[in-house]
Structure formats: structure tokens, C-alpha cells
């Protein structure tokens, strides 16, 4: 006897390409929304949590500052280093400057008159610049802002010192 | 002679079934991380606006904040990705010496929403707090 050998129907082949054409539609719709919001969106930097103890070290620093020196030994405000004359929790005074200059970290350095006592050093920051803000009152601001790597703005934050009497 | 059989119609449904469910469950999962990862990236933005925006509502001279313009002063090009949006901000006296400043930003045609709001108490001091 010989035996009969069949393929498979053409319904059959229909129907299994249509629900893989389905399936595959799905997937290249939720992979581009996926890809669309990758290029709209700046990288998130602030759950990562070195970038937030900075934000918040500098915020605190910030709100305690009398005063922003020009000058203080070797450094210079510029948009990579910041200088602060801030208040310490002994009620004395304390200069911290915050080096930006090397790409992808920041040193955080506390002197007590021109002895530098601190140097508190954070990686795998962003490119962070730092800029002045003037408020209505006349108030001088820090405003800090970090670009991610598609030059898109992912930081960008106001600290303002409280005032002092 | 052995009959050689394959699989019956109910097996076949079952096996697709099944494979439904882990398929959908799995896309909309994958579905649903998306939406929160692009609600937290919103969120994050939102609120630098808001804090921002904040600190400088927070310095207007009391007497004069009914007076300000009922939108956000500061810059807002951090809000870029979620054009198009608004900022509103209201101001309510509560009390002659209190004032409730709330900060909105609305993205996503007004169907999502940010807020901060802070309270403004006449001192009778600098207009600094």
C-alpha cells in the first residue's frame, strides 16, 4: 500500500501566518512607543543615587551659604567649580568648593579657614554646569543643570540660600 | 494495525488558550512597565519645575502676591519632553496673614497632573520667606 503523505491545508497556513502577523505587529508597535520614548525622554539621573546625594548635599550647602568668594586659593567660580562661604552645624564658618572639572565626578571639598578638612568625592555623575540665578528679590541662586549623552536636559534645579540675619 | 492519531480538537484549543494567556500577560506587562517608566520620567521633570518654580514663589513679597501672573516664572525648558504642557499657578488667602501658593504643571492633554503647594504667612518681617 502506498502511503498517502499530505502538507498542511492553505487555511491552515493562513491562519498560523495571521496570528503570527499579530503577534509580531504587537511586538514592533510596543518596541517603537519603547524606542519613541528613549529619544523623547532624557536619561532619569536622578534615581541614580550618587546623583542625588550630590543634589542634596549641595542643596543643603546651598541653603546655609552667606556668601559666594570669587576667589578661594587655586580656585575660581566658574561653571565647574562652585564656591560656597556656608555655615557649619558648630555655628562656624566653612568654605566648600565643589570641583566639576573631572568628567564624571565631583569632589566636594570642606576647608576651615585655608586647612582643607573634607573631600568627599562622588562618581558616574553626569556633565554637571552650574550657573547663577537672581531671584525677584535680589537674591543670588545656584541653578545647576546636567545634559545626558543626546545633549537633552535631564537636571536642572534652583538652590537658594535662606536668608541670614 | 495502530491508528495514528493526532491531536484532538479540545487539546489543540487548550494549548492555544494557554498560550494566549502567557502571551498577553506578558505584552501587557511589558506594556504596563512602559507606561509607568515614561510616568516616572514625567513625574521627575514635573517636579524640578515645581520646586523650582517654588523657591521663587516663595520670595515674592507677600502683599504682592495676588498680583503676579497666574503662571509659572521661571524656566520651564525642562519640561520640553512632555510639551505640550501648561503651568497655572492660584493663589487662595485662607486668612489675612495666610496664603496658600498651589503650583500645577498639566501634561498629556490635562489627563496628567503635578502639584506643589506652599503656605505663605505675612510675618510682618522681610519679605525673604
Known sequence: MVKRERGYTMMEIVVTLAVFGIFLMIVVILTAEMRANEKRYPINYMAHPEVSAVMARMRKDVFDTKYYPATFQSYQQTPKTLILYTLRQTGF????????????EVHRKGFNASEQT????????????IGSFTLGTGQDAVRIKALDDQNRLAIDEIFVPRPHD | MRKSRGFSLIEVLVGLLILTIVITTTISMFAERQKRMRFANETILA???LSNEAEIWRRIDFASLDGQPPTFQSDTSILAPMAPFSTSVRVDTTRADLKNVTLTVRWSNARRTAKLAIVRVDTGGSSLW
Open chain 2, 47 to 49: 517636579y524640578q519645575a
Open chain 1, 93 to 104: 564658618g566653612e568654605t566648600v568648593v565643589y570641583d566639576f572639572r573631572s568628567s564624571g
Open chain 1, 118 to 129: 573634607t573631600d568627599w568625592v562622588a562618581h558616574g555623575l553626569p556633565d554637571f554646569t
